[in-house]
């Protein structure tokens, strides 16, 4: 025999059967082994939670170079984030990466000096480049400087006298290292510093109760002009003892005591 079932009924047997559906079968679980790493869109890197937040200091760096340090051996590099995948090349102890992405808090992926994943935990901020200065070649005899391929070594090339170079780092033993115009170590003892900038030149609008400005020859010195209220001049450098040097529309000092010089926005 047949029964007929009303329809607020049907539904309720839908309803229930849907549910011990879902008990007896639950959803598959995605959950991924700790070897493999999944990747994750850098806009919420700032959300994840790690265990291991030191290894995660390299995320928030603020360059993407990253020194290689291991126990001295090379550093395998993979095809993807997590020790499964296959190596495809290494990187030697001490050499320097290219960071491209942080994976997770264990794998980045890196640029160069090839394409790939390696391990987070044999990788260190690299160090600061090294500061330069200038430097002018200035020695006794008017000759030129030696230029050696390392500190007291063999010589390479040499520098004109009053030449402009480009050292690094502090002197060794006498020597310093020389990047520009060429490589290479030189005695320090014919170095000296080279002289500061020229100063800028810079627009100000004069602004004075409506008299005109007088020019001097020298600071405080004799008058030999004027520039009127709300003309537009030239100055060079700083103010010294109040008073700054002028270069247009003619050239002299200023007082900038009792005036004052309204920077024009262009």
């Known amino acids: 025999m047949i029964t007929k079932i009303s329809g607020w009924r049907k539904l309720l047997v839908v309803c229930i059967s849907v549910a011990l559906a879902f008990t007896a079968f639950p959803a598959p679980s995605y959950a991924t082994s700790p070897a493999i790493a999944q990747f994750t869109p850098s806009s919420r890197l700032e959300n994840i939670s790690f265990e291991n937040q030191a290894k995660f200091q390299l995320a928030v ?24 995948y296959r190596i ?14 942080i994976v997770n808090q264990d794998w980045a992926k890196i640029s160069s000096p090839l394409s790939g994943y390696i391990s987070q935990r044999y990788l260190q901020s690299c160090p600061p480049p090294p500061k330069q200065e200038c430097r002018i070649v200035s020695t006794n005899t008017g000759r030129g400087l030696n230029v050696r391929q390392s500190p007291g070594g063999k010589i390479i090339g040499d520098l004109d006298n009053g030449a402009q170079i480009t050292i690094v780092n502090s002197s060794t033993n006498g020597w310093v290292q020389v990047v520009s115009p060429q490589k290479g170590y030189v005695s320090d003892r014919y170095l000296k510093p080279c002289p500061p900038p020229p100063p800028k030149e810079e627009c100000r609008l004069v602004s004075t109760n409506g008299n005109p400005l ?16 709300g003309t ?13 040097p002028m ?18 926005l262009w």
Not at 62 to 83: A, I, M, Q, W
Not at 232 to 244: M, P
Request: aromatic content about 4%; some cysteine.
């Open 88 to 101: 495809i090349g290494l990187v030697k102890n001490g050499s320097e990466v290219t960071l491209e992405q």
């Open 61 to 84: 760096a603020t360059d993407n170079c990253r020194k290689v340090v291991t126990r001295g051996s090379d550093l395998n590099v993979r095809s993807g984030p997590g020790s499964n």
């Open 247 to 264: 270069v247009s529309p003619q050239k002299g000092y200023v007082s900038v005591v009792n005036w004052v010089f309204e920077a024009i």
């Open 214 to 229: 007088n020019v001097r020859a020298t600071p405080g010195g004799t008058i030999v002009g004027v520039v009127e209220n």
């Open 232 to 244: 537009t001049i030239t100055i060079k450098g700083t103010s010294s003892d109040g008073w700054v």
